[in-house]
T-cell receptor, first 115, second 115 residues
């Protein structure tokens, strides 16, 4: 158990809908990263937050957005869902600039199926 | 941006044999190289990592080597066991605009260890 939690574990929805994925980092970690894992694209970095602020953006679609709250949990919002958005979504956390910032610990993931 | 190539995509070995997975990266600014093991349906778990100021690192049956000049790094697993069967991902990380390490992952190697 990495100490990173994600909810829900599974999500089934329809095209055009909007969903919210939630992540709680390890105790003490300030950085949260979101990743999408699909068969054809592999593990892709989406976005990173550090202590409530967006720090880096990767291959994140405009239909997707995220935020990190004062208690450091983060939410990834996926809207106007398409079949191709079906994937495993992982969040990971790390300490941040004051500590071992390189090492990321992954949560168990949310499996999203868009029908 | 960074590009990470990982080979082979599938590796089948007999229990007790050694397994080697190789990765190359393109961006000389990358300076942190983690390896993750992902069992089916589970989260990626960090198994070993290496920083660019070190050429080799070992942890029991697992070792990683790094050649900065050639921009490649490898994972070596000795005395493989059936429980080593999983998908292994390499990553090359560098500090992003926000000051945090952002990894680029390889496409993964499916390791199968036959009893």
């Amino acid at each position: 158990d990495s100490g990173v939690t994600q909810t829900p574990k599974h999500l089934i929805t329809a095209t055009g809908q909007r969903v919210t994925l939630r992540c709680s980092p390890r105790s003490g970690d300030l950085s949260v990263y979101w990743y999408q894992q699909s068969l054809d694209q592999g593990l892709q970095f989406l976005i990173q937050y550090y202590n409530g602020e967006e720090r880096a953006k990767g291959n994140i679609l405009e239909r997707f957005s995220a935020q990190q709250f004062p208690d450091l949990h983060s939410e990834l919002n996926l809207s106007s869902l398409e079949l191709g958005d079906s994937a495993l979504y992982f969040c990971a956390s790390s300490v941040g600039p004051q500590g071992d910032q390189e090492t990321q610990y992954f949560g168990p993931g949310t499996r999203l199926l868009v029908l | 941006g960074e590009n990470v190539e990982q080979h082979p995509s599938t590796l089948s070995v007999q229990e007790g044999d050694s397994a080697v997975i190789k990765c190359t990266y393109s961006d000389s600014a990358s300076n942190y190289f983690p390896w993750y093991k992902q069992e089916l349906g589970k989260r990626p778990q960090l198994i070993i990592d290496i920083r660019s100021n070190v050429g080799e690192k070992k942890d029991q049956r697992i070792a990683v080597t790094l050649n900065k000049t050639a921009k490649h790094f490898s994972l070596h697993i000795t005395e493989t066991q059936p429980e080593d069967s999983a998908v292994y991902f390499c990553a090359a990380s560098k500090v992003g605009p926000g000051g945090s390490y952002i990894p680029t992952f390889g496409r993964g190697t499916s390791l199968i260890v036959h009893p």
